[in-house]
Each structure stands twice: as structure tokens, then as C-alpha cells.
């Protein structure tokens, strides 16, 4: 029974549309401010394409509590039951135990504060990927059927800065995630991408991994690290698309854009085991070094964007 609703899910999707809300909560400081906002842009640059595609990004003062619930508002009044909805979280997250909370400008927003904004949104398919640090406290909220749950972190207590949304944001782009071949990108298919990819920077920067990413489909509030048959995760994931295939098929990258998606890895992985290393470093070093990152790491992604 559940195969069959899944197809017809699939079925509809040629006709449903596709509602997507981004946002890029507090950075706390201004490099992860920068940062968060970044994602964010790159996120909504990826998704957007299509007359049935309908984004909305909200990123630095904008992305307030009222705002996000706007948001949200604003789906629920447009959104159809046979629609696809997505809600993509980027940013800080705290938890105090009892509580999983998205820190934004001004007041937080809890996560029975987001599952009571979501579960107004008629449409059946949704999917949330919070990719905020103490996101995995966030599940027991967030999971219910036909709903996809991603967190970039397996606890509460998993509380550094996540850098699981860059690769989530190159899970959209990048062919090596379409594991299938079939030109389009699934959730399923961009939390595989994005896990292993953060699990090989951990280990590449001889870091202690400090956040592990977890999904559950299946209203279960206990997510997996890894979705198969065997624990019945992942089928729905596999069915919500997030990037459709083109008439010309897969993106492939000729191979000199390939050799400058590598160069921004590697940047970007300098970045991030910088700001690990700031507070024992000089201060004014520090800005140095991050300012001829930040500086190649742009001209680096407009030599992509050409």
C-alpha cells in the first residue's frame, strides 16, 4: 500500500508544484553571519528554476520569527494537497534539555513552534532539513508522516557550527550525487551526498567530527545514519525530488569547472578548520588569513559561475 502512494506520488509530481523556504537564522558573529547567509543564496540559486517553483529566502534582519511564520503562512494559503513543500534551516540551534530552539533576530523559534506551522501546510510531501547545530533535538518535533526530517546533528548536544548545509548545497550541483544517473537529485540521494562529504572533511582535517547527521521518514522520531530497506528509511526521501532532470540530462562539469569545485572544497575546508583554530591564534592574524581565504574563495566562485 505504501509502495503504491509513493507512486502515485511520483506521478503527481509532474504536475504539483514546488514550494520552498529557506532560511539563514543568527550567525552570532560576523564570518558565520556571512557564511549562513551564503548557503542560504546558494540554496535558493539552485532551487529556483520553473513556473511551478516558488522560493522564498530569508536571511540576516529579515529572518525573524515573524517573518519565518509569514513565510509558512504565505504556503499555506497557496500550497494544494498534491504540492510539494520544503523548509531548509541554516544557522545556530540550542537546546537546554527540554527544548530544541532556532536562534534567529529577536525572539527563537522552538520546534513545536515550527511542526505547528508545518502541519497547516496542506501539501503531502514535505521535507525539513535543519542544518542547525543541536538540530538532532529537533526530530521528535519535527517527524510525522509523509514528511522527510533531516538534521545535521544527532543531538542536543552535538552544539558546534555544522558545515553539513555546504555540502548539502553542493549535494544540488554536483553530478558525483546523482548516484542513480537519472539527471535529478532526491533527498535522499543530497543527505547521502552531504553526510559522506562531512564525514570525509572531519577525518581529511583531523578534526573530532562534532556533528553526525540523521533522517527519518517514516514518522519515527528516532532518525538512522544510514537509510535502507532494513530499517524501512529512506523510501520516501528517495521519492521527494528536489532537482528534476533536464531535457539534456545530468549536469556533467567539463573538467576545468571540476578542478575549481575542488579548489572551493579545499577552500572552504581551510575556512572552517581556521575558525576552529581562532582562539588560540593572534587576532589580527587570524582576520589575515581569513580575509585572503574569503577573498579567493569569491574569486573561485566566479570563475564556477561564468
Not at 519515527?220 to 528536489?242: M, T
Request: overall charge negative; glycine content about 6%.
Amino acid at each position: 500500500m505504501r509502495i503504491g502512494l509513493l507512486v502515485l506520488c511520483l506521478a503527481l509530481n509532474i504536475q504539483a508544484a514546488n514550494y520552498f523556504v529557506i532560511v539563514s537564522g543568527l550567525g552570532g558573529e560576523p564570518e558565520y553571519d556571512t557564511q549562513f547567509a551564503k548557503w542560504a543564496q546558494d540554496l535558493d540559486r539552485e532551487l529556483n528554476g520553473g513556473a511551478d517553483t516558488h522560493v522564498i529566502t530569508l536571511s540576516g534582519p529579515a529572518a525573524t520569527k515573524q517573518q519565518v511564520e509569514q513565510a509558512l503562512n504565505k504556503v499555506t494559503e497557496q500550497a494544494s494537497a498534491s504540492d510539494a513543500f520544503a523548509l531548509f534551516l541554516i544557522g545556530h540551534g540550542s537546546f537546554d534539555g527540554r527544548e530544541y530552539k532556532f536562534n534567529l533576530p529577536g525572539p527563537d523559534m522552538t520546534g513545536a513552534e515550527l511542526a505547528k506551522a508545518l502541519n497547516r501546510i496542506p501539501a503531502h510531501r514535505q521535507l525539513v532539513v535543519d542544518m542547525t547545530s543541536c538540530s538532532g533535538a529537533a526530530l521528535a518535533a519535527l517527524a510525522r508522516k509523509d514528511r522527510v526530517v533531516i538534521s545535521a546533528t544527532k543531538s542536543g548536544t552535538e552544539k558546534n557550527a555544522p558545515v553539513f548545509a555546504r555540502y548539502w548545497v553542493d549535494a544540488l550541483h554536483d553530478p558525483a550525487a546523482d548516484t542513480d544517473k537519472n539527471g535529478s537529485i532526491s533527498a535522499l540521494e543530497a543527505f547521502r551526498y552531504a553526510d559522506r562529504k562531512t564525514t570525509a572533511y572531519f577525518e581529511t582535517e583531523k578534526l573530532l567530527a562534532t556533528e553526525h547527521a540523521l533522517i527519518t521518514d517514516t514518522a519515527n522520531a528516532i532518525g538512522v545514519r544510514d537509510p535502507k530497506p532494513e530499517n524501512g528509511q529512506g523510501l520516501l526521501a528517495a521519492s521527494f525530488i528536489l532537482i528534476r532532470a533536464k531535457g539534456d540530462g545530468a549536469k556533467v562539469l567539463p573538467p576545468e569547472k571540476q578542478r575549481l569545485v575542488s579548489k572551493k572544497e579545499d577552500l572552504e575546508a581551510k575556512i572552517d578548520r581556521l575558525k576552529y583554530e581562532k582562539a588560540a591564534m593572534d587576532e589580527n592574524d587570524y582576520k589575515q588569513q581569513l580575509t585572503a581565504l574569503l577573498l579567493e574563495l569569491a574569486r573561485t566562485q566566479a570563475e564556477i559561475d561564468k
